[in-house]
Every structure is written in C-alpha cells, then in structure tokens.
C-alpha cells in the first residue's frame, strides 16, 4: 500500500484544513487507518484512528471535538477535517495504515510521506 497526504497549509487560528491520504494497492478496507502529527522536537503522537470496518474511531483529547476522521471507500481516500486549528496543531500529518486501530506508531505498517499545518496565532 502507498499514501500520498495532501492539503496541509497555513491557516490562522480558528479557521479549517481538510487532509487527504490517497491509498494506492488492493483491500484499502481491509486496514486501520490512523492519523499522526510530529511537531520540531518533539516523538510523533497520535491524532485520529479509524478502524477497519469504519465504525470505530479514536481521537487524542487534544482533538477531540474539532477533528474528524473519515475515508471515502469508493475512492480509497482518508480525510482529517481539522477545524478550530490551534497554533498548537501546528506540525506535520502523516497517515498510516495497518492492521488494527492503535495509538502507537510503530505499529502501522503504512506511511505517507507528511503534510505541513502551520496554524498562525
């Protein structure tokens, strides 16, 4: 499986980014699927999960409310829509893939290569 994330940006406080993650390959329903971010300095964290039947999903408490994970089946497409971006958001998003719903990186087999959000004060 390959990901390819788009749709980061710069946005001020407050406003909205939608993230994509295209999955190329067979059985994208067949997978977890997690969002993460890794601001300078600091271990990648997990943002959003979406298990792998599609009912299931998971936020940090950071997000919580303002994020919403969710994939288009028909176009092998997961989306991250961030809304009321934090300065604190700021950092770069990867999607991953694997096979069960965690919030642990090393356990996704899958990445993207990251999307930068730099959300200004």
């Known amino acids: 499986v390959q990901l390819q994330a788009s749709g980061g940006g710069l946005v001020q406080a407050g406003g909205s980014l939608r993230l994509s993650c295209a999955a190329s390959g067979r059985n994208f329903n067949g997978y977890a699927w997690g969002w993460f971010r890794q601001a300078p300095g600091k271990e990648r964290e997990f943002v959003a999960g979406l298990g792998r039947l599609g009912g299931t999903t998971n936020y940090a408490d950071s997000v919580k409310g303002r994020f919403i994970i969710s994939r288009d089946n028909a176009k092998n497409t997961l989306f991250l829509q961030m809304n009321a971006l934090k300065p604190e958001d700021t950092a770069i998003y990867y999607c991953?893939?694997?096979?069960?719903?965690?919030?642990?990186?090393?356990?996704?087999?899958?990445w993207g290569q990251g999307t930068q959000v730099t959300v200004s004060s």
């Open positions: 991953a893939a694997g096979t069960v719903l965690l919030t642990t990186p090393h356990r996704y087999k899958y």
